[in-house]
């Protein structure tokens, strides 16, 4: 499986960029289970708008790797929090209108065909949360994932074919918690995700990692070790 690691440079807040290895390989993070596999609940709309509240991005340094999906290659990343509600905003190098789900060979039934991810260690502490790789320390994560169903593609938008949690890490375990948000923003190359994460504050450090199984890469790192928290 290739394995691609990008780390983010972000100038702004006074966040510093950090970085970890790679594990050599890896299974994708989130396992379909019966945990997990089940239909989203709609939350109240977001009222609150990240991206109106944060300074102007930063990018990655240039030049850096290139997925073979241009919707899961970042260009730029980021994350808001207020109170309890984490918003991650992943600007890729192009969103396209739909995106074709199920397709009917190279990743198995009840695999994983795409994920979006950011992982929180809310207290700081690399001994509690999860135990393994780089996410060594985390306590949630919050992400989007399309599990393959069936080998009858369809071509939709993204966010219909997009099952959005909040999972808690405990040792080698990740279970569901609660349903998160989607927004896709076709002209802005943008997807958010939101979702509460409990106990997150100003030291919680950041991780993230998108994944496509269809070409068994992904792009992983810890992604700057302050968060921006909106009083």
């Known amino acids: 499986m290739k394995k ?55 990018t990655f340094p240039a030049p850096y790797d290139e997925m073979s999906n241009p919707v899961l290659t970042p260009t730029d990343i980021r994350v808001n929090v207020k109170n309890d509600l984490a918003t991650a905003v992943f600007h890729l190098k192009d969103v396209p209108t739909e995106l074709t789900f199920d397709q009917e060979s190279g990743v198995v039934t009840g695999g994983m065909e795409y994920m979006w991810k950011v992982c929180i260690d809310t207290d700081n502490n690399k001994n509690t949360g999860a135990s393994f790789g780089w996410l060594a320390g985390a306590d949630y994560c919050l992400w989007a994932a399309h599990f393959k169903s069936s080998d009858t593609p369809q071509a939709i938008p993204i966010e219909q074919g997009m099952q959005v949690s909040v999972s808690e890490l405990d040792g080698e375990s990740e279970k569901k918690i609660s349903d998160g948000i989607i927004q896709v923003d076709v002209e802005g190359d943008t997807i958010q995700l939101s979702g509460a994460i409990p106990g997150v504050t100003s030291a919680s450090q950041l991780y993230y990692e998108i994944y496509d199984g269809y070409s068994g890469a992904d792009v992983s790192s810890p992604l700057f070790d302050r968060i921006f928290v909106e009083k």
């Open 4 to 58: 691609i690691v990008s780390v983010l440079a972000v100038s702004v807040f006074g966040l510093s960029a950090c970085s970890a290895p790679a594990t050599p390989t890896r299974e994708p993070t989130m396992p379909p289970t019966a945990t997990v596999m089940i239909t989203n609940t709609p939350l109240p709309t977001v009222t609150s708008s990240p991206t109106e509240t944060l300074a102007p991005i930063s």
